[in-house]
């Protein structure tokens, strides 16, 4: 049963860290690709960033391009998202989904895919 787990997300000042996790089960990490999406307040759900477990390729949007960085910890078959430096518009419910296309760029699956129940990150002083 594929299941994805995020964790992480808080209330951080501008210009503040934060750091979360996906921790996927039921599938692997080495054949599969992986992205987070945000969904703010009264906005449609948008793709973030993804990582592909099988060659490594990465995606950012032009939004957190330099300041969040993705990665995969395929021992724990977790993808983690350090995001640094951020701004009140990163302000959301963060979900990791499953599978995810990342070829010139990072797309939904047309077929079925899997989500968390996400995560919440608020950036306000």
């Known amino acids: 049963q594929v299941q994805l787990v995020e964790s992480g997300g808080g209330l951080v000042q501008p210009g503040g860290s934060l750091r979360l996790s996906c921790e996927a089960s039921?599938?692997?990490?080495?054949?599969?690709?992986i992205g987070w999406f945000r969904q703010a307040p009264g906005k449609e759900r948008e793709v973030v960033s993804c990582?592909?477990?099988?060659?490594?390729?990465?995606w950012y949007s032009d939004s957190v391009k330099g300041r969040f960085t993705i990665s995969a910890d395929k021992a724990k078959s977790t993808v983690n998202l350090q995001m640094d430096s951020l701004k009140p518009e990163d302000t959301g419910v963060y979900y990791c989904?499953?599978?995810?296309?990342?070829?010139?760029?990072?797309?939904?699956?047309?077929?079925?895919?899997?989500w968390g129940e996400g995560t919440t990150v608020t950036v306000s002083s």
């Open positions: 989904e499953s599978p995810v296309v990342v070829t010139h760029g990072c797309f939904r699956n047309h077929g079925p895919r899997y």
């Open positions: 039921g599938f692997s990490l080495d054949y599969y690709a």
């Open positions: 990582i592909d477990g099988s060659d490594g390729s990465l």
